[in-house]
């Protein structure tokens, strides 16, 4: 095929941006155009319901203008197309533009359908399928109390989720008997009904809706066949989805009796010159809903177009997911309607739990399943049903309770070909090539096969495989901190305790070699400051410190440093306002609010420092540790005392543990925050802790942080009393200090923890190593040992002697100048030294200035 | 040889750098950064520029020092280079070095030697 065909692309959805990818890289040379019927490039249709949960759209977007630009695609947005000219070989877009082609491929998707019920087109009757549809819904709960949602299968449930997220009463109408009749079974369906119900989602099935008229208590009723009603103040439709076939019927292309683009193995539609992928694609009588199919069948037409032969050959249409907290998975033929078909059911009703095998008629294949409340089974079900592997003796095994006895499927077992992810096609195979060619840590294969970056359902299989596969390669994923010592920061710690050891030399004695560095000094004085809170700069650990730990202040640039008392919450006096205006007025020094709440007091040399605290101690100030790998700041909002909002104490609270946890050395500094309400004014979830204020209490997020690679905060726990939520930050952060690699931030440390998040409340909340108590222990006995560092540097004179610039001068450094910018000081350029005459030098007057 | 007094030994910290003014013909002055490695009762004496070259400022005297490989070294404290206190030489880029000078102690004096000559021809 030339390389200069004009690519025309309809539709710029999960699956049409998926195409020009691969387009992309498969035939760099052709032209292609994409034609997004929305308002923006696409995003992640997949997770959209997690924009309720605080995604922005920018979070969701799958690409950016830029990214197109780059990869030399052209696009229109809100550019609908209304018509194909097939003869003309042109589209026709709303707003009367016309553009040609070479080859035509509408990835049109699917719109919601709306079930022809009188009533269904007033103003808070809404569908569930785009960023414009969340913020209706968005809007419309804000007006609302109760919402209904009609249809209970996957999109049905998932939506109702998000009314409860909004906090709405929310109820579920579905027509048929039970709930995700597609996916599961009737068993499978009533237990996820009584699931659903017990976390207060009102479930109404074999319910038909006649009409929506004008309700009593609520905005609208909803009148069902037999005589019953419901009232509900927003209505949201999710009775399944259409293909968008519209502008293929317009052409006269062949088309499903039920919609549907006919397409053959080519994704090619009766026209040989235009394909359909997607949800618009009817593919062996067969429509595909999932993102996985729709992948393939990009991947498909890609190829074709550029002379390849893939073949599209049907899809696995398994699938797990969590509705409402409820795990819920169905593969293959879950309802077993293969002919000869046997099956295997368990059931554990006080636990919610039922699961279901269906076998073929020799009981050696696994031809469907269905789980429901413990989806933990699977990814191995999975991987016996689409390699048609041989199952064990007893079949039932595997998905009987029987503690530890389970034959598990390791990733060893599988073919080479077994596929890992579906949504990017990415088999056992290229895993492995991909760790031969040196990606041997997760997140570098994923982001090289691109495994497990589609619906995620895979990820727990691919780390399976990645952690299995490196240790057969003896990959031993090697922690030693550095030539010095052979142990991780974790075992170091561990040391230090158990045989007490008091010194970096000790340490050194027993355990390591060399003079040690650079790397493992800073680690070590951490480590012995997290267990015995030792002044940081006596005698021992003096060397031991990062140049900002040894001089309690941040070097800069030019070798001056920086000053940041403590202002815990962001409070402060007008007092102490003035004072730290003096201050910086008398020794010229740069201020700045910092992003910490604090302010910051920079170019101050290091013979100054002493002079300089002394002034802020006795106006009541306190280090702020800016220096150190500890405690930085609790930053506040206003909360309940001014805002009309806050429904707590926000700033005594940050002010608390601010005191609290001062001074406390960590592998990496924390940060926290604490706001009045759920608006969220002090960005606690881009906190290492965050605290949110509700009705009830606090609720506790864990493991944010802002940076380079910003995370947002979990949610631990919810409603707690300040005791409790005092107890668990305590065992938090003395586990994250006890556990963690050096420089590793609680983010990366949480990912880096088997079990994550839920592991963390096991061990935090539920005490399950029986450790609470330690850390708690060794929390309090910090805070006890607690001392502002700078108070008790001033107060020696042997402390003192560090801060000098010469041992045997009295002079400042010549090399340190200043020039004036926007009324303060800053540090003078390389030129503007050379042009050193020309400057106001500072130092000429090595008085401070009165001020 | 001519050896100049700097600073008595008590102004040393152990395992740890402080900076020494060497006042120089100009009138400008030097900055050194002097060195005290101690493990048990070992004790050696180095002295090097403090001039970072990398960073551009006066501030090798408060890096961390230790050793590479058995060679002792300091890490400059703003972008973490290590230099060898033996020869001076920048472990990370060859074409960079500091200037070493000689160091001794007589009783409690610490003494350098040669001042204008430093034992490496490293910048200042
Ligand atoms: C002063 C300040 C900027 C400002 O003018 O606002 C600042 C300045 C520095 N930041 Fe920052 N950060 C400051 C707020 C932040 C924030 C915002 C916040 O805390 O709300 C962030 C993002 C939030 C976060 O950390 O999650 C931030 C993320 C970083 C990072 C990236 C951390 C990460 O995990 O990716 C570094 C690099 C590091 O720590 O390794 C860093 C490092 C630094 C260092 C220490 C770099 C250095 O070694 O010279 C800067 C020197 C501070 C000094 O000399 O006093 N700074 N830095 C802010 C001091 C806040 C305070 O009162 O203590
Ligand atoms: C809330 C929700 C949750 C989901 N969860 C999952 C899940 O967990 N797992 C899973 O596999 N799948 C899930 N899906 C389904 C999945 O999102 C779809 O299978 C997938 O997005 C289909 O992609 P598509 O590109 O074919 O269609 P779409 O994403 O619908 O994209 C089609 C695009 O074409 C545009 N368009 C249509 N006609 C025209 C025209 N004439 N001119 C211009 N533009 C036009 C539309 O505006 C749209 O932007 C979910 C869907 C939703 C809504
Ligand atoms: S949070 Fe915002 S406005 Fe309030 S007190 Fe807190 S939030 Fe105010
Ligand atoms: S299967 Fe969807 S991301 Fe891997």
Known sequence: MSNTKKILVVGNGMVGHHFVEQLVGACPGAEITVLSGEPRLAYDRV???????????????????????????????????????????????????????????LATGSYPFVPPIPGNDQPHCLVYRTIEDLEAIQASAAQSRVGVVIGGGLLGLEAAN???????????????????????DEGGGKQLRSKIEALGVKVHTDKATQQIVAGKHCRYQLQFKDGEALEADLILFSAGIRPQDSLARQAELQTGERGGIIIDDQCRTSDPDIYAIGECALWQGRIFGLVAPGYQMARVAASHISAGELCFQGADMSTKLKLLGVEVASIGDAHGKTPGALSYQYQNQPLGIYKKLVVDASQQRLLGAVLVGDSSDYDTLLQYALNGMDLPEFPESLILPSAGSKPALGADALPITATICSCHNVSKGDVLSAMDAGACELGAIKSCTKASTGCGGCAGLLKTLVDGELAKRGVEVKKDICEHFAYSRQELFHLVQVENIRTFEALLDKHGQGLGCDICKPVAASILASNWNEFVLATPHVGLQDTNDTFLANMQKDGTYSVVPRVPAGEITPDKLIVIGQVAKKYRLYTKITGGQRIDL???????????????????????????????????????????????????????????????????????????????????????????????????????????KPRHADLFAQDLDTDTLI????????????????????????????????????????????????????????????????????????????????????????????????????????????????????????????? | MQWITLCKLDDLIDNSGVCAYLPDIEGQGRQLALFSLRHGDKQQLFAVGNWDPIGKANVIS??????I???????????????????????????????????????????????SQPVTKGVC
């Open chain 1, 47 to 105: 997770h959209l319901s997690e924009f309720f949960a605080g995604k922005s759209v920018e979070d969701l977007m799958l690409t950016s203008e830029s990214r197109y630009q780059q990869l030399g695609v052209h696009f229109f947005c809100n550019a609908w197309v209304e018509r194909i000219d097939r003869q003309a070989k042109q589209v026709w877009l709303k707003d009367g533009r016309h553009l040609v082609y070479d080859k035509l491929v």
């Open chain 1, 162 to 184: 998000a009314l409860k997220q909004a906090g709405l009463q929310a109820h579920v109408v579905e027509f048929a008997p039970q709930l995700m009749a597609v996916q599961l």
């Open chain 1, 602 to 708: 920079f170019g101050a040399r290091v013979e100054q420092l002493p002079d300089i605290w002394r002034e802020l101690i006795a106006a009541g100030f306190e280090t702020g540790h800016a220096y150190g790998k500890s405690l930085r700041t609790v930053k506040s909002c206003v909360g309940s005392t001014w805002c009309r909002y806050g429904v707590q104490d926000s700033v005594g609270t940050a002010i608390d543990i601010e005191n609290r946890y001062k001074g406390l050395r960590s592998p990496h500094k924390i940060k926290m925050a604490v706001s009045g309400c759920t608006r969220e004014c002090a960005e606690a979830q881009s906190k290492d802790v965050g605290v949110i204020a509700t009705e009830k209490g606090w609720n506790l997020y864990v493991c944010g942080n802002g940076g380079m």
């Open chain 1, 727 to 851: 107890r668990y930050i305590d065992r938090f952060l003395m586990f994250y200090v006890r556990t963690a690699d050096r420089l590793q931030r609680t983010s990366v440390w949480l990912e880096s923890l088997e079990g994550g998040l839920d592991y963390l409340r096991e061990v935090i909340i539920d005490d399950s190593l029986g450790l609470a108590e330690a850390l708690e222990a060794q929390m309090q006995q910090i805070i006890g040992s607690y001392q502002c560092e700078w108070k008790t540097a001033i107060g020696s004179e042997q402390n003192l002697k560090r801060f000098r610039q010469f041992v045997n001068a009295d002079k400042p450094d010549s090399n340190i100048q200043f020039v004036e910018e926007r009324g303060q000081w800053r540090p003078a350029s390389e030129q503007e030294k050379l042009a050193f005459a020309a400057i106001d030098v500072r130092q000429i007057s090595s008085e401070p200035q009165n001020a």
């Open chain 2, 62 to 67: 408060r890096g961390i020092v230790g050793s």
């Open chain 2, 69 to 115: 490989a058995g060679e002792p070294v300091v890490a400059s404290p703003l972008y973490k280079q290590h230099f060898s206190l033996l020869s001076g030489q920048c472990l990370e880029d060859n074409n960079i070095a500091l200037p070493v000078f000689a160091v001794r102690l007589s009783g409690q004096d610490v003494q350098i030697a040669n001042p």
